[in-house]
T-cell receptor
Framework: AQSVAQPEDQVNVAEGNPLTVKCTYSVSGNPYLFWYVQYPNRGLQFLLKYITGDNLVKGSYGFEAEFNKSQTSFHLKKPSALVSDSALYFCAALTGGFKTIFGAGTRLFVKA | DTGVSQNPRHKITKRGQNVTFRCDPISEHNRLYWYRQTLGQGPEFLTYFQNEAQLEKSRLLSDRFSAERPKGSFSTLEIQRTEQGDSAMYLC??????????????????FGPGTRLTVT
């Protein structure tokens, strides 16, 4: 079965430190990969995507993600975390042209 | 355009009742998706429309669930004879994928705020 895994339920980081939220995928073909963020009482918001080309993609709010085909990973990164980055982050893979599979989510806590 | 909207935002119903949710996508988005999200989980795919055609329905979806998208605009999701296990957040999303020149292909989805269903 196709799946997206986020191995960490929660990531804690101090403000100003770099952050990484991990994602690995197991899907057929060449999936399109996405990161979404969910703030309390708000809908999911698109952060960034990998379709093709450069393995390092940049997105909103200073986030970036690195696509690694050999490791089937798409980790989310940010050089310097902000308290306002605290939220629930979802990795997702678009397969077969239409169906998106989401990971279970990783809660990011940034401590001041 | 103000984004994807969903109504109602909250719905409390008794077991066995029918409920209907509405989603208004971003105008000119040709794809519309319904998801279900429970606490601690990512969104789970329910069904998908390309314009007015429902092209895929999750095997996990029972026959009590039905969705429509008349005229390729807004969509409704109906749950008949609700059960307590149906309690969840129901999310709608839209995107544009195609060869049209009016909009770039997005692939990423734009989500509404969701409808929280509680079945008592």
């Amino acid at each position: 079965a196709q799946s997206v895994a986020q191995p960490e339920d929660q990531v804690n980081v101090a403000e100003g430190n770099p952050l990484t939220v991990k994602c690995t995928y197991s899907v057929s073909g060449n999936p399109y990969l996405f990161w979404y963020v969910q703030y309390p009482n708000r809908g999911l918001q698109f952060l960034l995507k990998y379709i093709t080309g450069d393995n390092l993609v940049k997105g909103s709010y200073g986030f970036e993600a690195e696509f690694n085909k050999s490791q089937t990973s798409f980790h989310l990164k940010k050089p310097s975390a902000l308290v306002s980055d605290s939220a629930l982050y979802f990795c997702a893979a678009l397969t077969g042209g239409f169906k998106t599979i989401f990971g279970a989510g990783t809660r990011l806590f940034v401590k001041a | 355009d103000t984004g994807v909207s969903q109504n109602p935002r909250h719905k409390i119903t008794k077991r066995g009742q029918n409920v209907t949710f509405r989603c208004d996508p971003i105008s000119e988005h040709n794809r519309l998706y319904w998801y279900r999200q429970t606490l601690g989980q990512g969104p789970e795919f329910l069904t998908y429309f390309q314009n007015e055609a429902q092209l895929e329905k999750s095997r996990l979806l029972s026959d009590r669930f039905s969705a429509e998208r008349p005229k390729g605009s807004f969509s409704t999701l109906e749950i008949q004879r609700t059960e307590q296990g149906d309690s969840a957040m129901y999310l709608c999303a839209s995107s544009f994928v195609g060869t049209g020149l009016k909009l770039p292909q997005t692939y990423e989805q734009y989500f509404g705020p969701g409808t929280r269903l509680t079945v008592t």
